[in-house]
């Protein structure tokens, strides 16, 4: 069956800037400016959407527990939160029947607790749907009873997932299940970025009180948990700091282990060459990768109890001439062409410390080395990682694949 358009489904967009988030809405961009995009919808948007066809919940009602009339006692508590739940139903069964009536196939970029509900109503109207798969929500199940999660699957009609590791992750735990799949990679609007007035180096220091001007720019923009293998990243820079004091480390994003890795930085005493940039605008970010000439994320597993899907940021450095380093994990080893874009290395093996340093050492010491690296891997992203691109090969495949109901 041929479909006119794709509907789009995430429950929250907004609350945790990254990559379900940053994935979703590439997608529906890209979706659009083919005129395929029937409709981006979601409970929750705590951020802004540059997309016209998009609906929030919460622009039409909000729950405000505590603050409604009756909320003070039990019964009106429970009264105030069923009309909630009445809206709520009644506000999906709208944005369902209207992707039934408009022959657009729904993606649920994302299962959760409202995804369910979603599925319920997907099955009373026989809608199709796929469900897209980003990787470490495959080992929380996103907090999901596993009957809900397993069920969800089984309901669905193409699985999507956002890499070939998320695709062999999901394999490993549901072997026997047999479905319609399809690997949509996260992708970046080259010509977006390509029209971002990039701040001045003079400007983008005075912006983060540094002087970055005639510097040797390394860079991480990630969210700062564990798996994006940050302390890594600074215990290794220290020694190569020491002998290249030119050589500065920005570390952009927020998360659990910001407090814990000021104080590896203050016990190498690397104040002055390592600094904390805490949320920055998408002009900084994008203008801090114009500058930068290395970025580095040393991802890991944690002993296989956390994953890296893909890691947007490695291609977003990729396409604006960084050498990228980063872990042999998850989809990062697809994100980075080894020895094309980059270097992946393992940072759980015994050796990872004589390959980074030395890698590193001879990028500092030979920057015809990053000049050569950074081209050719902004070539691999033009040629891979464009959201246009990537949208009418996933339309293509829809055009001649064979979606069943379950």
């Known amino acids: 069956m041929r479909y006119n358009s794709y509907t789009l489904y995430l429950s929250e967009m907004g609350l945790e800037p990254g990559g379900i ?212 990243a600074i215990n290794e820079l220290a020694p190569l700091i020491k002998k290249n004091p030119n050589l500065i480390y920005l570390i952009a994003g927020i998360g659990p282990e910001l407090e814990s890795l000021k104080r590896v930085t203050g016990e190498f005493k690397l104040q002055k060459n390592v600094h904390f940039l805490g949320r920055i605008s998408d002009a900084q970010k994008f203008s801090l990768l114009k500058h930068s000439h290395i970025f580095v994320m040393p991802n890991h597993s944690l002993s296989g109890k956390d994953f890296e899907g893909f890691g947007i940021s490695f291609i977003e450095a990729s396409y604006l001439e960084n050498v990228v380093v980063g872990g042999k994990s998850g989809g990062a080893v697809e994100a980075i062409k080894d020895g094309v874009s980059g270097i992946v290395i393992d940072f759980e093996s015994n050796s990872y410390q004589d390959e980074f340093r030395t890698y590193f050492s001879d990028l500092i010491n030979n920057s015809s080395q990053i000049e050569t690296i950074s081209k050719t891997g902004r070539k691999y992203i033009i040629e891979n990682f464009d959201t246009g691109s990537l949208a009418k090969k996933f339309n293509d495949f829809m055009a001649h694949v064979e979606i069943n109901q379950q």
Not at 31 to 48: I, T, W
Not at 191 to 203: A, G, H, N, V
Request: charged share 30%; proline share 1%; glycine share 4%.
């Open 21 to 232: 988030d940053e994935y979703t809405l590439g997608f529906a961009k890209a979706l659009d400016s083919m005129g395929k995009l029937n409709l981006l919808f979601g409970d929750l948007l705590e951020s802004e959407v540059s997309l016209s066809k998009s609906e929030w919940f919460n622009t039409y009602y909000k729950r405000n527990l505590g603050l409604k009339r009756g909320d003070k006692n039990f019964l009106g508590r429970k009264f105030n939160s069923a009309i909630y739940e009445t809206k709520l139903w009644r506000f999906y069964y709208r944005m369902l029947k209207q992707t039934k009536k408009s022959n657009s196939f729904l993606i649920i970029c994302s299962i959760s607790n409202n995804s369910t509900r979603i599925i319920k109503l997907c099955e009373f109207l026989k809608i199709k749907y796929a469900i897209v798969f980003h990787g470490l929500d495959l080992l929380t199940k996103n907090e999901l009873p596993q009957k809900s999660f397993e069920y969800s699957i089984r309901k669905s009609s193409l699985l999507i997932f956002n890499s070939q590791a998320t695709q062999k992750l999901f394999h490993s735990i549901y072997d026997e299940v047999r479905k319609q799949e399809y690997i949509h990679y996260p992708g970046i609007d080259l010509k977006s970025i390509d029209k971002t007035l990039f701040i001045p180096i003079e400007e983008l220091g005075k912006e983060f009180d540094l002087d970055l001007k005639s510097k040797i720019l390394v860079v991480t923009i990630a969210r700062l948990v564990k798996r994006k293998g940050v302390e890594i």
